[in-house]
């Protein structure tokens, strides 16, 4: 039989039949499309997931705290004033504001400017890398970040923004008065 009567034929007797049928078969294909995009986009985000953990990634400081027994008025203080994890880290890492923070055991102006920097780390500690060197006690990474940014004089605190453009390296405090926080804020701020 003709397909062209066979067609008339079809829309004569069954008139919905052919275009159901075809409005059927545009929707498989369209869901069988979706379904494939969606695959392929679950797919990407799970490869670039497991690449990324895959991926060992610098750990900066953390859970930063003051030392016990710290003295703000001489430099009679045994320890480093600043305590908490991953202290011996000394990456830069790309893409990421970070504030290095240089000093010593023995010196009550290191242990002035380490109180301001760990009371201001709970609101900065998601946008701002932080790396803490004791220069009495260097790790290996951290010997690279004190012949670059070390100038000799502490405490020192050196802000790199998240492009890697150096925003902040001076020796001293950020305040003349214990406590004040204001300055080093404002430099926390404009380092993200």
Partial sequence: MDTRLLSLLTNHLWPDSERTARR???LVIQNKSKMTL??????V???????????????????????????????????????GQNLSEGSIASGEATVIFFGTSNCWNT???AE??????PQFRNRIRFVIVDLNHLGPEQ???ASHYYHGYIPRITAIDSRG???YDRAGETASTRGDTS?????????H
Wanted: proline share 6%.
């Fill in 111 to 113: 242990a002035r400017e």
């Fill in 183 to 191: 300055n080093l804020e404002r430099l926390l701020d404009s380092v």
């Fill in 143 to 145: 010997e690279a970040l």
């Fill in 45 to 83: 985000a799970f490869v670039l997931q497991m690449t990324m953990l895959g991926v060992p990634r610098a750990r900066a400081a953390s859970d930063l705290k003051l030392a016990p027994k710290l003295s703000f008025d001489d430099d009679s203080s045994p320890n480093f004033p600043i305590q």
């Fill in 165 to 167: 453009k150096l925003i």
């Fill in 24 to 26: 059927r078969a545009n």
């Fill in 116 to 121: 301001r920097l760990v009371k201001l780390y």
């Fill in 38 to 43: 969606f695959s392929l986009v679950w797919m």
